[in-house]
């Protein structure tokens, strides 16, 4: 059974930076994709990036290309999320996720396993 467990969330100014960790266990993630989401309160979940575990190729929604950046330690079964230049409309739970497909896809339903989520507030 994949566990997924995030920390590094918290409240930080905008134009400030954090960093989510995603630590993995319960697999072999060598033919996985893992991401992450977000939902901000009243909204739906929307996408934020994935890596492909194999071979760290990326994906990122429009609205944080150039500010985060996914990556992951294959040795430490961790997925990372570096969040530069954080807005106020970046505000929300975030969520890691995984699923055994090499083709990251961008909708909650793609993705089988989900972490608990962890908060983050960008204070304006």
């Known amino acids: 059974q994949v566990q997924l467990v995030e920390t590094g969330g918290g409240l930080v100014q905008a134009g400030g930076s954090l960093r989510l960790s995603c630590a993995a266990s319960?697999?072999?993630?060598?033919?996985?994709?893992m991401g992450w989401f977000r939902q901000a309160p009243g909204k739906e979940r929307e996408f934020v990036a994935a890596?492909?575990?194999?071979?760290?190729?990326?994906d990122y929604a429009d609205s944080v290309k150039g500010r985060f950046t996914i990556s992951r330690d294959t040795a430490k079964n961790t997925v990372y999320l570096q969040m530069n230049s954080l807005k106020p409309e970046d505000t929300a739970v975030y969520y890691c996720v995984a699923d055994r497909t090499v083709i990251p896809g961008t909708t909650p339903a793609a993705y089988g396993y989900w972490g608990h989520g962890t908060q983050v507030t960008v204070s304006s």
């Open positions: 319960g697999r072999t993630f060598s033919r996985f994709t």
């Open positions: 890596v492909r575990w194999s071979v760290s190729s990326t």
